[in-house]
Nanobody, 122 residues
Framework: QVQLVESGGDLVQAGGSLKLSCAAS????????MGWYRQAPGKQRELVAA???????NYTDSVKGRFTISRDNAKNTVYLQMNSLKPEDTAVYYC????????????????WGQGTQVTVSS
């Protein structure tokens, strides 16, 4: 089993920044790739960003140029730096991990975190 624990969610004004963290523990050799999903009220969950073990990344179009995903393999932690936040970024952000990258990109996630709330006020 793998446990994912997110932190860093908060209330922030539009234009501000936040950095989310997700620490993995447990049988971590079973996961190679990690990412962040989000779900806003009344909307479907969507992939925000993903990163392979070697550092290749993918972003949804709406966050490109504003968000940066990174990871520290030594600390088994993935980060999401969010800049120029907009009210439409308001959502619960979930850390995700999977053994296969294609599955991570398509919600074939092996492990989910509990979620952290990000609220952006206008």
């Amino acid at each position: 089993q793998v446990q994912l624990v997110e932190s860093g969610g908060d209330l922030v004004q539009a234009g501000g920044s936040l950095k989310l963290s997700c620490a993995a523990s447990g049988i971590i050799f079973t996961i190679n790739h990690m990412g962040w999903y989000r779900q806003a009220p009344g909307k479907q969950r969507e992939l925000v960003a993903a990163i392979t073990r070697t550092g290749n990344t993918n972003y949804t179009d709406s966050v490109k140029g504003r968000f940066t995903i990174s990871r520290d393999n030594a600390k088994n932690t993935v980060y999401l730096q969010m800049n120029s936040l907009k009210p439409e970024d308001t959502a619960v952000y979930y850390c995700a991990a999977a053994a296969e990258y294609r599955r991570l990109l398509n919600e074939g996630v092996d492990y989910w975190g509990q979620g952290t709330q990000v609220t952006v006020s206008s």
